[in-house]
């Protein structure tokens, strides 16, 4: 025999169902996983005062009964278990497994003892059944009976909702029945508001069940308090804590999983969500002692705590539920948060991958642990386009979870995200893989490291300084290496001074064939070894102001010292270490966190100050410039005056005459074709102002038509002609 004994078929009942888990005896604690909720019970092997062996309808059954009166039951065992588990618990536990029979006499008379939590019917000296006083919600008294009531379960095919004890007339009778009736009240699961609440967090709105409520914290149940409906919420049936963040950034989810849920008419809530806007503060005071704090909470909880409501109102749940908070663990999705945006059924929502399971919020919410899923699979969206997929997770059980409408940049982080966590994966390669995943007897909601508000603080301010950081460096450009562009062909270029030969030959065709033919693109070919340059990092500006420093390094400057002297020979980094512990159990840090407020405001004021300053200085350096290159140019263009040209009729080739303009014989035809349209548009203009004045008379006379200069032969052929002719043009 080894040190620890396993069961995997093992039932434990619950209000009636039965619930399949794992049982493991191991030599200082006895642990039992819950395969439905995934709950973890621990049992150390001090706090166990007895064990027995019945035998029941479902098998042989091990009892196992606590010091504080607590009594766990688990069936399922064959007979054959039994020399193994009480040889095992004789030798780890020092106590004797015994063995009690049942009554199986059928008398419906006999005597009520109270045993723990539980109520143990005996006929004959021999008990003939227990009632766990747990599972009864309500008890009344008429007359001489006493009539309990139990919670009901929808998971129970077979409910039991009331048994009545008749406590027989005589003397002391009626003590009898009150005696009865405060022994059941005592440790029956019935929720009596008696009191003023530890806290109250007034219009919290909540998305499940939908509305603004007061929420009131007393000291074994939770209630909301709504315009409509009023909710209480025994501890006992949390069995997880979500803080989730929203893809936003700028509110958080605060989800609770009951088991059992809550009920309203036919309506079951399995989670109770609840919304933050992160920028919302709040300040509390507990109304209790700081004594009852130290004692009841180890002190998890302060007298005064201030700060974000969401982070306040996890800290309190987090002390007075004993739970863990679950908060999102080494997953970033493409758009750099935790959140993948999806669709469940009809419904859109938020998936968040976690370290041990799935979450996904708001309508329906939905948890999926690592633990019940079978395999995944990444399918291809039904009549969409493909820049989106499906994700699918089938559970152990038979039931098929998809999240569709998931944007196609999440594949590679989702898929590696599951390769990690050896989850299986459908059809992959035309195989499936195996189921890898360990299902170890570890608590569902232990995530791995546990929530620090302070730390997440702390991140979130590291997050802005760098935020800071880029702002600074956006003006300051970095050097690039220039990369020429290399071109397959040159474009073809046109010179407007020459003329070919076949050009001239070819007339009106060749201008035919140089409208169809296109200019080559550029191409731009990399290199094969060539890679993508990435953008250095900018230099620091050394005469920028120092940021504002956080509550916590304003603390630790002022307690340097006392941590220096009362730990001598400390190092540096242990005195950073020590200050962290130190700065996480400081009660109230209103002080430093409202010094740390004033550095912030005065760091912005001498920031803004500096940017202006900056902003002129360079505003000033540019005009320097530009007044230095003004001044390059003109005295370049003193050096080297430029010829004036010539307008006159006789200088030739800056005058351009009317035969000239108007000409569209085959010596324009040699021309490139944007002069070309453009003579042609001045020869266009001239002919409409003439048109304009074929009837007016004029003193000199009429003047030539275009007609009439083109048919002149002389102008053509003698350009002594056309010289005369202009100069008459512009004596006119």
Same mark, same amino acid.
């Given at each position: 025999?080894?040190?620890?004994?396993?069961?995997?078929?093992?039932?434990?009942?619950?209000?009636?169902?039965?619930?399949?888990?794992?049982?493991?005896?191991?030599?200082?604690?006895?642990?039992?996983?819950?395969?439905?909720?995934?709950?973890?019970?621990?049992?150390?092997?001090?706090?166990?005062?007895?064990?027995?062996?019945?035998?029941?309808?479902?098998?042989?059954?091990?009892?196992?009964?606590?010091?504080?009166?607590?009594?766990?039951?688990?069936?399922?065992?064959?007979?054959?278990?039994?020399?193994?588990?009480?040889?095992?618990?004789?030798?780890?536990?020092?106590?004797?497994?015994?063995?009690?029979?049942?009554?199986?006499?059928?008398?419906?008379?006999?005597?009520?003892?109270?045993?723990?939590?539980?109520?143990?019917?005996?006929?004959?000296?021999?008990?003939?059944?227990?009632?766990?006083?747990?599972?009864?919600?309500?008890?009344?008294?008429?007359?001489?009976?006493?009539?309990?009531?139990?919670?009901?379960?929808?998971?129970?095919?077979?409910?039991?909702?009331?048994?009545?004890?008749?406590?027989?007339?005589?003397?002391?009778?009626?003590?009898?029945?009150?005696?009865?009736?405060?022994?059941?009240?005592?440790?029956?699961?019935?929720?009596?508001?008696?009191?003023?609440?530890?806290?109250?967090?007034?219009?919290?709105?909540?998305?499940?069940?939908?509305?603004?409520?007061?929420?009131?914290?007393?000291?074994?149940?939770?209630?909301?308090?709504?315009?409509?409906?009023?909710?209480?919420?025994?501890?006992?049936?949390?069995?997880?804590?979500?803080?989730?963040?929203?893809?936003?950034?700028?509110?958080?989810?605060?989800?609770?999983?009951?088991?059992?849920?809550?009920?309203?008419?036919?309506?079951?809530?399995?989670?109770?969500?609840?919304?933050?806007?992160?920028?919302?503060?709040?300040?509390?005071?507990?109304?209790?002692?700081?004594?009852?704090?130290?004692?009841?909470?180890?002190?998890?909880?302060?007298?005064?705590?201030?700060?974000?409501?969401?982070?306040?109102?996890?800290?309190?749940?987090?002390?007075?539920?004993?739970?863990?908070?679950?908060?999102?663990?080494?997953?970033?999705?493409?758009?750099?948060?935790?959140?993948?945006?999806?669709?469940?059924?009809?419904?859109?929502?938020?998936?968040?991958?976690?370290?041990?399971?799935?979450?996904?919020?708001?309508?329906?919410?939905?948890?999926?642990?690592?633990?019940?899923?079978?395999?995944?699979?990444?399918?291809?969206?039904?009549?969409?386009?493909?820049?989106?997929?499906?994700?699918?997770?089938?559970?152990?059980?038979?039931?098929?979870?998809?999240?569709?409408?998931?944007?196609?940049?999440?594949?590679?982080?989702?898929?590696?995200?599951?390769?990690?966590?050896?989850?299986?994966?459908?059809?992959?390669?035309?195989?499936?893989?195996?189921?890898?995943?360990?299902?170890?007897?570890?608590?569902?909601?232990?995530?791995?490291?546990?929530?620090?508000?302070?730390?997440?603080?702390?991140?979130?301010?590291?997050?802005?300084?760098?935020?800071?950081?880029?702002?600074?460096?956006?003006?300051?450009?970095?050097?690039?290496?220039?990369?020429?562009?290399?071109?397959?062909?040159?474009?073809?270029?046109?010179?407007?001074?020459?003329?070919?030969?076949?050009?001239?030959?070819?007339?009106?065709?060749?201008?035919?064939?140089?409208?169809?033919?296109?200019?080559?693109?550029?191409?731009?070919?990399?290199?094969?070894?060539?890679?993508?340059?990435?953008?250095?990092?900018?230099?620091?500006?050394?005469?920028?102001?120092?940021?504002?420093?956080?509550?916590?390094?304003?603390?630790?400057?002022?307690?340097?010292?006392?941590?220096?002297?009362?730990?001598?020979?400390?190092?540096?980094?242990?005195?950073?270490?020590?200050?962290?512990?130190?700065?996480?159990?400081?009660?109230?840090?209103?002080?430093?966190?409202?010094?740390?407020?004033? +550095? &912030? $405001? #005065?760091?912005?004021?001498?920031?803004? /100050?500096?940017? @202006?300053?900056?902003?002129? %200085?360079?505003? !000033? *350096? =540019?005009?320097?410039?530009?007044?230095?290159?003004?001044?390059?140019?003109?005295?370049?263009?003193?050096?080297?005056?430029?010829?004036?040209?010539?307008?006159?009729?006789?200088?030739?080739?800056?005058?351009?005459?009317?035969?000239?303009?108007?000409?569209?014989?085959?010596?324009?035809?040699?021309?490139?074709?944007?002069?070309?349209?453009?003579?042609?548009?001045?020869? +266009? &203009? $001239? #002919?409409?102002?003439?048109?304009?004045? /074929?009837?007016? @008379?004029?003193?000199?006379? %009429?003047?030539? !038509? *275009? =007609?009439?200069?083109?048919?002149?032969?002389?102008?053509?052929?003698?350009?002594?002609?056309?010289?005369?002719?202009?100069?008459?043009?512009?004596?006119?």
């Amino acid at each position: 025999m080894g040190d620890s004994l396993e069961y995997s078929d093992v039932v434990q009942e619950i209000r009636g169902a039965m619930n399949t888990g794992r049982l493991k005896l191991q030599t200082s604690n006895l642990i039992f996983k819950n395969l439905k909720t995934g709950k973890l019970d621990h049992l150390q092997s001090s706090d166990i005062e007895k064990t027995n062996w019945l035998f029941r309808a479902r098998g042989h059954c091990l009892k196992v009964m606590l010091k504080n009166g607590h009594i766990h039951r688990f069936d399922g065992f064959k007979e054959g278990d039994f020399e193994k588990l009480s040889s095992f618990i004789s030798k780890n536990y020092g106590m004797e497994l015994t063995k009690v029979d049942l009554s199986v006499r059928g008398w419906n008379w006999g005597v009520a003892n109270f045993i723990g939590d539980a109520l143990q019917f005996d006929v004959h000296d021999k008990p003939a059944f227990e009632i766990p006083l747990n599972n009864v919600s309500h008890s009344t008294i008429a007359k001489n009976e006493v009539a309990l009531e139990f919670h009901p379960n929808d998971d129970a095919a077979v409910s039991l909702m009331e048994l009545r004890f008749h406590i027989a007339s005589g003397e002391g009778a009626d003590e009898a029945v009150d005696d009865f009736h405060n022994n059941i009240m005592r440790s029956a699961d019935i929720i009596q508001a008696t009191g003023e609440s530890m806290a109250t967090f007034t219009e919290v709105q909540c998305l499940t069940p939908r509305g603004r409520y007061d929420i009131k914290i007393y000291p074994a149940f939770l209630q909301l308090h709504g315009k409509t409906f009023d909710y209480k919420i025994p501890y006992t049936s949390v069995l997880r804590l979500f803080l989730l963040p929203h893809k936003d950034g700028r509110q958080m989810f605060f989800v609770v999983s009951l088991d059992p849920p809550i009920k309203q008419g036919n309506t079951r809530y399995p989670f109770l969500i609840l919304l933050f806007n992160k920028e919302e503060e709040m300040s509390l005071d507990l109304d209790l002692s700081e004594k009852d704090i130290e004692k009841k909470y180890d002190g998890k909880l302060a007298k005064e705590m201030n700060g974000p409501l969401f982070e306040v109102i996890s800290r309190v749940m987090k002390a007075v539920v004993n739970r863990k908070i679950t908060v999102p663990g080494s997953f970033i999705g493409h758009s750099g948060t935790h959140a993948i945006p999806c669709s469940y059924k009809a419904a859109t929502g938020f998936m968040y991958p976690l370290e041990r399971g799935f979450m996904f919020v708001h309508k329906p919410p939905i948890h999926i642990r690592f633990d019940e899923v079978a395999c995944v699979n990444f399918a291809r969206s039904v009549g969409a386009t493909t820049r989106s997929f499906d994700f699918e997770i089938e559970t152990k059980a038979g039931s098929v979870h998809t999240f569709s409408n998931i944007e196609k940049d999440e594949y590679t982080k989702l898929y590696d995200f599951v390769s990690n966590k050896s989850l299986r994966v459908k059809n992959i390669d035309g195989k499936e893989k195996k189921d890898t995943y360990a299902d170890d007897l570890i608590d569902s909601d232990d995530e791995g490291s546990e929530h620090d508000v302070y730390l997440e603080r702390m991140k979130a301010e590291g997050k802005e300084k760098d935020e800071d950081d880029e702002d600074e460096d956006e003006d300051e450009s970095t050097d690039e290496d220039f990369v020429p562009k290399e071109i397959d062909e040159i474009p073809e270029e046109y010179d407007t001074d020459a003329m070919s030969s076949s050009d001239a030959e070819g007339g009106s065709g060749s201008d035919e064939k140089k409208k169809k033919r296109k200019r080559p693109k550029t191409q731009t070919i990399k290199e094969p070894g060539s890679r993508k340059t990435k953008k250095g990092k900018a230099k620091k500006d050394k005469n920028a102001p120092k940021r504002a420093q956080s509550a916590y390094f304003l603390w630790l400057n002022d307690h340097r010292e006392e941590i220096k002297k009362k730990y001598p020979g400390i190092s540096v980094t242990d005195v950073s270490k020590k200050a962290g512990e130190m700065w996480g159990k400081v009660s109230d840090k209103s002080k430093w966190e409202a010094k740390a407020k004033e +550095e &912030k $405001k #005065k760091y912005e004021i001498v920031m803004k /100050e500096y940017k @202006e300053r900056k902003q002129n %200085e360079s505003a !000033s *350096d =540019e005009e320097t410039e530009e007044h230095k290159k003004a001044s390059r140019s003109t005295a370049k263009s003193s050096k080297s005056p430029k010829k004036s040209t010539d307008t006159k009729a006789g200088s030739g080739g800056g005058f351009k005459s009317k035969e000239y303009i108007s000409s569209s014989g085959s010596s324009d035809e040699d021309k490139p074709k944007k002069k070309k349209a453009k003579k042609e548009g001045k020869s +266009e &203009k $001239k #002919k409409k102002s003439e048109e304009e004045d /074929e009837g007016s @008379e004029s003193e000199v006379g %009429e003047l030539p !038509s *275009d =007609e009439e200069i083109l048919s002149s032969p002389e102008a053509s052929s003698n350009e002594g002609s056309g010289k005369a002719e202009s100069e008459e043009d512009d004596e006119d």
